[in-house]
């Protein structure tokens, strides 16, 4: 029988297609969903949260079942997957929509959170202060459908082949050691 005891997670590292395309691996993890959170427009579109105006962060929502994959285990990738000492940008995706983001739910997730962070930053995996925003869930909003699965759907794309399938490459080579994958 399958287990409803699902528990979510929303964050943002950067550009959601890397992010969606790597947790989507993990055991445990029963779906990621790209989206938009953290600004003031109601529904934005694609368009609008890339102007920055929004102040909307490329997100991803992750529906996961604890008794297989842990909150901590999540936010371990989280910060193996972007650099969060980087100020509104990975890389070359430039502006606030890519800022490193953790959103909660309660204080209990918020507490969890700041201390996830502690731990990676006094970890010496990145160089210098993290300025990952820990701040409350407000609403959530899906991105618009193509951007679901994008790099399944689009891995010659040129960003995708470019920056997404590298760091997969990156992702599976570390967690696939921990035995942390799912069956190809």
Not at 14 to 23: K, N, T
Not at 82 to 110: M, W
Request: proline letters at 5%.
């Amino acid at each position: 029988m399958e287990n409803k005891n699902l528990e979510y997670v929303t964050f943002g590292g950067g550009c959601f297609w890397c992010v969606e395309s790597c947790f989507n691996l993990l055991k445990g993890v029963e779906s990621v969903i790209s989206g938009y959170a953290g600004g003031h427009k109601e529904n934005p579109t694609y368009e609008e949260v890339c102007t920055g105006e929004t102040g909307h962060a490329e997100v991803v929502q992750i529906a996961y079942n604890p008794e297989v994959i842990s909150y901590d285990q999540l936010m371990d990738v989280f910060f193996f997957l972007h650099d969060p000492t980087q100020l509104n940008r990975q890389g070359n995706d430039i502006g606030t929509q890519y800022r490193s983001v953790i959103f909660y739910k309660d204080e209990a997730e918020k507490k969890r959170a700041e201390d996830a962070l502690k731990k990676s930053e006094s970890s010496g995996k990145w160089t210098g202060k993290y300025v990952t925003e820990i701040t409350p869930l407000p609403e959530f909003y899906p991105a618009e459908q193509y951007h679901q699965g994008y790099y399944n759907v689009n891995p010659t794309q040129p960003y995708c082949s470019a920056v997404v399938g590298p760091k997969i490459v990156k992702f599976k080579k570390h967690y696939g050691e921990l035995g942390m994958l799912n069956a190809e």
